[in-house]
């Protein structure tokens, strides 16, 4: 990448303006510490005139050589691996099959660091990798609105969430839906949970409690989610409907970002003008003395 962009005559900022996406971005995708989406590949692709290189490379690369998922999760992300279908109804957290790496490097951050942080972050990116290739499996998602009112990582790591999701939400084995808050008509689950479809027809009902997954393939209990699920997504907003709100959502948290930005240049320019009143010579005043009136 950093070939073609220096072949186009192009600073890391100017691609980056581009693309468009901050260019310390940039700066850690060429240097290898940073995995790409195959979006982010196919536009620089378009923007160097590379004939689709970049996005060759990135199918050919194994990304995530290696993994080690928690214990717990480890036979959730083994379905992942197989599942023919995957639908979901996620509240208060974006689920990770549709996670950016910096969201999910907040979400983590509260629990581990260093090494330990970073592995967790490429396990979690690791599972997606089959849901985002060509003829990846059908992923039906319900998001509740929390999940996108719940600010993880700050304004401008909310905003790029959304603008994944709207990218995500293009790809013909992906629907993503918002159930909007307010309307007491939509019965939701009690929690999150998702439907899993493995092959030759078995079926799965997944859950999660704290650091722990539960399982379970009762068909009269899978059958009973499997219609509140079909419910849910009939009334919650369909899926243009739900671009909609998150670009909305998106615009907001865009908003917030450049007012938390001014405010910050307004107080370092407050600081300045303090800080020159305080270094400005001081001349003496002829005061007058107590019981002298002055003329």
């Not at 996005?55 to 992300?77: K, M, N, S, T």
């Not at 592995?119 to 997606?128: G, H, Y």
């Not at 992906?174 to 929690?191: C, K, T, Y």
Request: net charge positive; charged share 25%; proline share 6%.
């Amino acid at each position: 990448m950093r070939h073609f962009r220096e072949a186009a005559l192009l600073t890391q900022e100017a691609l980056a303006r581009q693309i468009p996406c901050d260019r310390s971005h940039v700066a850690r995708v060429e240097a290898g510490t940073r995995v790409p989406q195959d979006s982010f590949a196919k536009v620089c692709d378009e923007l160097l005139g590379t004939g689709g290189v970049l996005a060759r490379l990135w199918g050919r690369i194994d990304w995530y050589p290696q993994v080690e998922h928690p214990d717990w999760f480890r036979r959730r992300a083994e379905m992942d691996e197989v599942a023919v279908t995957l639908r979901e109804y996620q509240e208060r957290v974006i689920p990770g099959l549709l996670q950016t790496s910096d969201y999910a490097r907040a979400l983590s951050c509260r629990y581990v660091s260093g090494v330990e942080l970073e592995e967790r972050v490429r396990a979690r990116l690791s599972r997606q990798q089959r849901f985002l290739a060509d003829g990846g499996p059908l992923y039906v998602v319900v998001l509740d609105e929390s999940c996108l009112r719940n600010v993880v990582g700050g304004p401008a790591a909310m905003r790029d969430q959304c603008a994944h999701l709207l990218d995500l939400a293009r790809r013909p084995n992906m629907r993503i839906q918002v159930a909007p808050a307010g309307p007491l008509e939509i019965v939701r689950p009690s929690g999150s949970m998702s439907l899993i479809t493995l092959p030759e027809g078995r079926h799965w009902l997944y859950s999660e409690s704290l650091n722990r997954g539960h399982f379970t393939n009762d068909p009269a209990l899978y059958e009973r989610y499997n219609q509140l699920y079909d419910v849910l997504r009939a009334d919650a907003l369909s899926a243009p409907q739900s671009a909609d709100l998150i670009h909305a959502t998106m615009e907001r948290y865009g908003h917030h970002g450049q007012e938390r930005a001014d405010l910050v240049q307004e107080q370092l320019q407050r600081r300045q003008r303090r800080q020159l009143h305080r270094n400005r010579p001081r001349f003496p005043r002829n005061r007058p003395r107590p019981g002298q009136q002055e003329p």
